[in-house]
């Protein structure tokens, strides 16, 4: 009797999801099951039917989108022409890592369920919808629901008799071997921060168009202190097609400071070259040149500055000989200390490199193979595109608002990629910046005429700043913008602008500055007053209304005020409201765009 075999597909857009997969996977080797961890759309899904045993991990993203990685499997598994009992021999189950304060709360995962018993494949536990904003972290549900899956699983394909669970004392095996070189030949042409050889293939994650940086400029006051940057970059000779609405993403590079400082906790020599021969069944990562130096592998692969999940610690904790050190990661990697491990580590945002400061036995164990293994690849950033190609020929421009906070650690804390933008300075030599574009979630009307409501504060003006670009140009006048931010001198980003085109009548504007008076004032106040105007534009002008921006409060709150104004030019009541709202966003005529 042979082991039994377990494949998990993960659909990750930020790389939370593959986190867990990866440790499902991990799971599963100490239970001495063979596993496969593969991504949605790296999988061929033909194959489906040919599998025993899946756990699908996925994600939601967007207004109830699949994640980038899992497009492809959604869409031939939605096929109407599959048979109904197609995945009959199928046992699954699926997990969801959602956020409830998203009105479509772990959409994919319910969605998915339901489509794999339509098919016919049978589930072993219900759902699991695990939620970001738990007060333990989507492990709350995570943990009991794992503990219950490998229950089930191993009572339907037990192991084979004498075979027994290894250890959480060994360590088990990396997923990939360092194979370094003692020669210090020729560089391969690799992608880099700071430039390298455009891509052959149309651009992606795994070949991006590097992009020349032409402007990286400041637009709100030096004294304010939010620093929001306008970016422009010359995209001519890449192929990539976009329109208003749509995003880019950008492939960051880790901070260098940290690259150094990696290197220093674990003795590694940034220029030496390796190259990777995997363990098990993963292939090697595609963005990874073979050979390939340290210093790539660390500033242009690995999130080496993120703040460290749960999986990191229980891989410490595998190499730790110091006593008190053991204790602490044993208490970080259990489901009792994650609210200690909260404390330590998200509440501060502490880096992994903090963290491993603090571990200093346990990181002077550690092996260089492990790295793949310790920390995540590098997550690529979206930004809403704020110009269009019609206006501005082979030029790509995005709103950036720079992260950076304090915490109750010494050093401020910084985004990754809007602070390593921030740095790049193109009057001070040529950059290159790794970029793709894709399909966003706002639509724009196809009939020119039709008039458009859009409610974007803050950096959430960004995709329509390109539709009145694009609408303009085409002869679309009949535009409506509700602009918010804190002060009208300090951050009215592209206030020139606004001021022209209502001048020249493509325009009617509406501004909302919350600190400029003593009452605050935000964009659902100024919905509310003019009730008039967006119940005539709505009702009987056809209106296409869109909301973009912060996820938090902003999106509720425009959308109670546009309810607000349903009802009280209209008449309606507050059920009849929300059913012509939720009617509205059936008509593609009530979109939102929102980002955490």
């Given amino acids: 009797m042979s082991c039994p075999t377990l494949l998990v597909l993960y659909g990750s857009q930020t790389g939370t999801a593959q986190d867990t997969a990866e440790r499902i996977g991990r799971q599963a080797q100490r239970r001495r099951v063979e596993v496969r961890v593969e991504a949605l759309d790296s999988y061929n899904v033909a194959d489906l039917i040919t599998e025993s045993l899946v756990l699908f991990v996925c994600s939601t993203t967007g207004q109830g989108d699949p994640p980038d990685n899992m497009k492809n499997f959604w869409r031939f598994l939605f096929r109407k022409s599959l048979p109904a009992g197609s995945l009959c021999r199928l046992d699954c189950a699926v997990l969801g890592l ?179 021969t995997p363990t098990g069944n993963a292939p090697v990562p595609p963005r990874l040149p073979q050979p390939c130096s340290v210093q790539y592998l660390l500033e242009s692969f690995l999130d080496v500055g993120s703040v460290p999940r749960r999986s990191f610690f229980e891989l410490l904790w595998g190499f730790a000989s110091d006593g008190l050190e053991r204790d602490k990661l044993a208490e970080f990697s259990s489901a009792q200390g994650q609210e200690e491990l909260h ?108 008039p458009v409501i859009m409610v974007g504060p803050g950096t959430g ?54 600190r400029d008076q003593g009452e605050k004032v935000y964009v659902q106040h100024r919905v509310r007053e003019q009730a008039e105007l967006l119940w005539e534009l709505l009702t009987h002008r056809n209106a296409h209304f869109y909301i973009a921006g912060n996820a938090k409060q902003m999106p509720a709150a425009v959308s109670e005020a546009v309810s607000a104004v349903l009802q009280s030019q209209g008449g309606l009541g507050a059920m009849q409201a929300e059913e012509l709202l939720q009617e509205l966003e059936r008509q593609g005529r009530f979109q939102t765009e929102t980002w955490s």
């Fill in 343 to 450: 404390s330590y580590c998200n509440r501060p945002r502490r880096n992994a490199i903090e963290v491993l400061t603090d571990f200093p036995h346990t990181t002077a164990a550690l092996k260089v193979e492990y790295l793949l293994d310790l920390f995540p690849e590098i997550s690529p950033r979206s930004f809403s595109i704020a110009s269009s190609p019609l206006v501005h020929p082979g030029r790509l421009q995005i709103l950036v608002a720079v992260v950076q906070y304090r915490t109750r650690l010494v050093r401020p804390r910084k985004g990754l990629c809007s602070g390593w933008l921030a740095g790049l300075d193109p009057t001070q030599g040529e950059v290159h910046v790794p970029l793709w574009v894709k399909k966003g979630g706002l639509r724009l009307p196809s009939a020119i005429d039709t």
């Fill in 461 to 514: 003006v960004a995709p329509f700043r390109a539709a009145l670009q694009e609408r303009i140009t085409q002869g679309g006048t009949e535009n409506v913008l509700f602009f918010g931010c804190r002060s009208q001198a300090a951050d009215f980003y592209c206030r020139s602008e606004w001021e022209e085109l209502q001048r020249s009548g493509g325009l009617t504007l509406f501004t909302a500055f919350s």
């Fill in 98 to 276: 959602g956020d409830s304060s998203y009105p479509k709360f772990n959409f994919v995962a319910k969605k998915l369920h339901k489509r794999l018993l339509q098919l016919g494949a049978t589930e072993l536990l219900p759902v699991g919808l695990a939620d970001d904003q738990h007060d333990l972290g989507p492990d709350a549900v995570i943990d009991p629901w794992l503990i219950a899956f490998w229950d089930r699983a191993l009572a339907l394909y037990p192991l084979p008799a004498g075979v027994t669970m290894l250890s959480e004392n060994e360590l088990l095996p990396p997923r990939y071997v360092f194979n370094f070189l003692d020669d210090a030949t020729e560089e391969p042409e690799t992608l880099s921060c700071d430039g390298g050889i455009a891509p052959q293939a149309p651009p992606s994650r795994d070949h991006p168009f590097l992009a020349r940086m032409v402007s990286n400029q400041r637009v709100t006051l030096p004294s304010h202190f939010q620093d929001v940057r306008l970016i422009e970059f010359d995209i001519e000779g890449s192929g990539m097609k976009f329109s208003a609405g749509d995003v880019v993403l950008i492939q960051p590079c880790s901070d260098r400071a940290h690259v150094e400082q990696l290197c220093q906790l674990l003795g590694l020599n940034p220029q030496r070259r390796f190259t990777l």
